[in-house]
Antibody, heavy 117, light 108 residues
Framework: EVQLVESGGGLVQPGGSLRLSCAASGFTFSSYVMSWVRQAPGKGLEWVSSISGAASTYYADSVKGRFTISRDNSKNTQYLQMNSLRADETAVYYC???????????WGQGTLVTVSS | EIVLTQSPGTLSSSPGERATLSCRASQSVSSRYLGWYQQKPGRPPRLLMYGTSSRATGIPDRFSGSGSGTDFTLTISRLEPEDFAVYYCQQYGSSPFTFGPGTKVNIK
């Protein structure tokens, strides 16, 4: 059974940093593109970042230079290092498994990041 | 960046009715990389359709997708009570992998 479990969310002050993790199980992790998608309270889905199995990285313009996505295929885990966080980045952050052939077919339950003083 | 626009923003329908949701792209999207997701309150998105018209695992056949180029459609042939939710389209062929703003399907 495919499972994606996010962790690392919490309360952080504006300008602060946080590192999210997504632990994967039930599939060959290294074969898939992994992504982070966020959803602000009451808003729609916003793509944040993706990383291929070979560690090519992609970022939304809004986070480029502040966020870093990475993965450890030996630990079946992807990460999102978030620096210089802003209040408007308060959101639930979802981890998603992607495949060009079958869409983004599995999602974690999400982890809440609250940026507030 | 490919901008996706969805219409209507809100669709009020009754169980048993047909629902047609539209997704329009600012530039051509490969039909291989257009997906639809359903999201209910407090839950993560669920993949419904990928590659425009392929149903994801476990998705009932009352859901169908069509389209090409810049115009795509998700059709629910007969709405069931569990179908009232928000629906998002997404293009995942080229970065940035954008989502549409969503269509909320609520009970009339």
């Amino acid at each position: 059974e495919v499972q994606l479990v996010e962790s690392g969310g919490g309360l952080v002050q504006p300008g602060g940093s946080l590192r999210l993790s997504c632990a994967a199980s039930g599939f060959t992790f290294s074969s898939y593109v992994m992504s982070w998608v966020r959803q602000a309270p009451g808003k729609g889905l916003e793509w944040v970042s993706s990383i291929s199995g070979a560690a090519s990285t992609y970022y939304a313009d809004s986070v480029k230079g502040r966020f870093t996505i990475s993965r450890d295929n030996s630990k079946n885990t992807q990460y999102l290092q978030m620096n210089s966080l802003r209040a408007d980045e308060t959101a639930v952050y979802y981890c998603a498994r992607g495949d060009y052939g079958s869409g983004w077919d599995f999602w974690g339950q999400g982890t809440l990041v609250t940026v507030s003083s | 960046e490919i901008v996706l626009t969805q219409s209507p923003g809100t669709l009020s329908s009754s169980p048993g009715e047909r629902a047609t949701l539209s997704c329009r792209a600012s530039q051509s999207v490969s039909s291989r990389y257009l997906g639809w997701y359903q999201q209910k309150p407090g839950r993560p998105p669920r993949l419904l359709m990928y590659g425009t018209s392929s149903r994801a695992t476990g998705i009932p056949d009352r859901f169908s997708g069509s389209g090409s180029g810049t115009d795509f459609t998700l059709t629910i042939s007969r709405l069931e009570p569990e179908d009232f939710a928000v629906y998002y389209c997404q293009q995942y062929g080229s970065s940035p992998f954008t989502f549409g703003p969503g269509t909320k399907v609520n009970i009339k």
